[in-house]
């Protein structure tokens, strides 16, 4: 079993960035699968980037794809969230989610996760 904790969201305007991270328990971070999803008020949880085990694929939701960049670093067991060039559409409550299991590309968007952080906030001012 694994642990997820999110932190980084906050307030900021249109364009600027924020950099959200998810540490996660244990010694086996290396052998999940990683995702970030986000869930806007009013609106289902969509998926928002995945990356596979051990760094080697990555998948973006088309309305992020080239100003989101997930990317993970298995001897801290995090997984970070760079966003760039935000936009008011970006406000959400991120989550990050783990599974013991492995993905390539577009199959990192559908994967089952088991596991959730409880989320952070993020607010883009326009």
């Known amino acids: 079993q694994v642990q997820l904790v999110e932190s980084g969201g906050g307030l900021v305007q249109a364009g600027g960035s924020l950099r959200l991270s998810c540490a996660a328990s244990?010694?086996?971070?290396?052998?999940?699968?990683m995702g970030w999803f986000r869930q806007a008020p009013g609106k289902e949880r969509e998926f928002v980037a995945g990356?596979?085990?051990?760094?080697?694929?990555?998948y973006y939701a088309d309305s992020v794809k080239g100003r989101f960049t997930i990317s993970r670093d298995n001897a801290k067991n995090t997984v970070y969230l760079q966003m760039n060039s935000l936009k008011p559409e970006d406000t959400a409550a991120y989550y990050c989610?783990?599974?013991?299991?492995?993905?390539?590309?577009?199959?990192?968007?559908?994967?089952?996760?088991?596991?959730w952080g409880q989320g952070t906030q993020v607010t883009v001012s326009s």
């Open positions: 989610a783990a599974d013991r299991s492995d993905c390539s590309g577009d199959g990192c968007a559908r994967v089952k996760y088991d596991y």
């Open positions: 244990g010694r086996t971070f290396s052998l999940y699968a």
């Open positions: 990356i596979s085990r051990r760094l080697i694929s990555t």
